[in-house]
């Protein structure tokens, strides 16, 4: 996606997709098109010369006021700074006037529909906006949009800018370079492979590729919210004074009330809860209390600004809270009165959890209880992406792309995986959080990071230490187990007869979850298992494998008596009358808190509040103890 | 006589302080905060000097002691032990020295010898297409001494090296030229000179090739790739390696070649990341 700079009669500057429409009035447009942060490079030093004077001038205190510049030496600045610049000196700069332009435009223009009822194009822009508020998105989401809404390329293009003409939007570059060095626009990341590219110094992101590959050459756009930008107004502060045009057309005014009643139609229709359970006097205390801290509001006043930095708020206003409790003791219906207050309140809520077979595994779950609530369910693999809705059931990378979304934000298992020790994603979640907004993180297994920030009283924490039908966690028993249990290691069929009585034994209670420290184990133990129990139903799943799903669905069916996985199903899922066997418990890569999250898979729900976890390894290591 | 009096020692004390100032408390960080990467960098100097950095795949991500690649992927994707089509590049069968295609005469012509480095497929086709699509070009270089040695080793010494050329479209769009990448890495390696400017130009932005047969590619190809005018005289009789990222029928080589023939260059030799395999019926 590329960008022009356009000098309007004013003799403003701005910026402009190439690809995008020529706006009415006399212009002037340089061409070729450049990548975003060029153009804002190239603006920024014209900026610096003309409104600070000369360098000489600049040293002086008592600076000079902004000098009016003429349009031949704004020409004449840009392309003799483009002349100077290393490698942007081999193209050929020019201005066009605006004929000469539309000449070459029209072939273009004839193959863009234009929309003639006024109706319809109310319609798409709406549309438009319902689709993309709060998100960050990259090229290729924008064209993915496209096709979700059936318009092409050019004509979303054209409704981006109008919202960059009207500040509701703008334009980013991907990632952006200051004294310090670059940073990822989309997850925050400062650690970026720099290469050269033809305009120069270039970098791409590795941290979050799996979204779509991100370089400074890409640009990402992003809808600011209305609130946002009220007050901004506000404080004299705009956020993109070069391509701000202040003029808003009745139409816009027109389409902007009825996004809103669309909006607000969420509240209107109120969201029936209707929980299929009950809960425990314990589970109802903390529900009540969740619910009272996500109703709290922050004190009104001003900020003393001198302290204020970024986030922080007054003193006694907390904005997260940490809700600590056991496995399987009901975290998540927990959470479902304090969810259902907030979206009757017209507020937007996301759960986010680590891994997909959560969301999976939660997103029914609310359907049952909530009946009437239009659910988002974003993972990885998941088709769809730009549905909006009030609900949003996500994995933690996706949360990358949204901006100032959300106004609660339940956060699943924060001491898991990828969320753990992650910067980029603790960032993604501030940026995804509204200011006004509040987080509530669960977990079975704090992390001493977090208890700690609760000990400096910067978080609220609440305990529920029993499940919610009282019996205690099944405690893991470890059994002594000699032999390598690496399937690739000849002594496999020792391994095995060995295992195989305590597999009768537990069969009888029911399903046997079997957990393997490595990928590479799961499909030979699966082969294995087959071949030594032939009258069992046996299968195993991994992180990467194609059928997951479906495989998990039917676990959760009860068609499998023994199930080989790796630590994909070690949090978050319920299974009834589950089993554990660990093998291998001393492998490096179980740690303590993934070794109580396996055992806690155990009795989970109410009919059978008993079962077994064995832990089998040769010798004991301190995260077994 | 009057002596002026020498503060120049307190001014830079107060410099220091000022600079203490700027770059460490107005930032908001503390120094400690701040000397972190400082710190983190000489532990890993240090490191350096008892222990050897363990080397891992390109490919695969395994441990390999052996270099860029380990013997599993060298084997899938490289074939070391295969010699290549003379006349297309192809991965071919031990006792061929062309392939069927080839044999047959449906092969480019105009070029007097191919190699393609690996087999265009798997972890090695999503390596190539990571670079062109996902801009990464950096992960070039990593096997940027491996390349070298394979060519020096498969084809005679040339005089140039010319990449083969993107449409100015697409350039913009991806900010590189992969083949001018590839081109300036060899460059690096061997000491050979890349030519520059490019004397070869595309003329036309032509539709992405996938998925097109052989004879359409050439009719799609043809007029499309111009000479850069003036730069004759310097290459005639002159050897060069035609560079390029990957060849299917070689039909953007064969134009490539055709064009520098015909301005007088003696020998035009191609080389190429990846290319297809022949397997023995």
Redesign the interface.
Known sequence: M?FNLLLDQSDKVHIIPSQGEIPEGDWEVLY??I?FYIAQELLREIDNEYSWGSKRKKRNLFRRKKEAMEKSTIKRKILSNLKNHPSLSKFTWQWMSKKSLKETKEEEAEKVKIPTSMEEKEKIKVDFLRRTEGRVLTKGDLQRLGQESNLSYIEILKLCQEQVNEGKGEWLSGLERNRMGWRCQRCGETKV???????GR?A?C?SC?SLG???S??TLYRSLNNQNKATNENNGVSRNNTSRNNTISRDDVVIRNKFNEVNTSFAKSKIIFSPRWELTPAQKKAAEEILSFVKSEEPQGQVNSLFE?GFQHKKGFQKEILLWAACGAGKTEVCFPAAAWALNNNQKVLFAAPRQDVVWDIAPRLEGDFPNLSLGVHTGTSPQRFTPSQFVVATTHQILRFYQAFDLIFLDEMDAFPYYGNKALAWGIEKALKDTGKIVYLTATPSPESLQKVKRGKMQLLTLPARHHGHPIPVPQWKKFTGNPDPRQGNAEKVIKNLLPRIEELGKAGPILLFVPQISWVNPWVQLLQEFLPQRSIEGSFSSDPNRREKIENLRKGSFQLFVCTSILERGVTFPRAQVIVLGADHEIFDERSLVQMAGRVGRSRECPTGTALFLAPKTTPAIK | MLQTKDYSGIRAGINAYYFLEVYFLRG?MSVVAKLEPIWQELKALARTFFYTPEKNCLLCEKSSAEGEFCLDCLEEYFYPELPRCVNCGKLIPKEQIKCTDCQVGKGPRGLDKVIALGYYGGAWREFIQNVK??????QLKKISSFLGNFAISHLPPPHYLIPVPLHQER???R??NQAEEIASLLQWECGIPLYSPNPLQRLENTPSQVGLGREERLQNLKGTIGFLPGEAEKLKGAKVWLIDDITTTGATLEHCAYELKKIGVKKVFGLVLAAGLEKRK
């Open positions: 590329h070729p098109g990548p492979e720099e290469w050269i590219s033809i305009y270039a791409t590795p590729a590959s991100l370089s050459l890409n930095k | 908001g699509y996902k801009a990464q070009p950096y350039l913009a769009e900010g590189f």
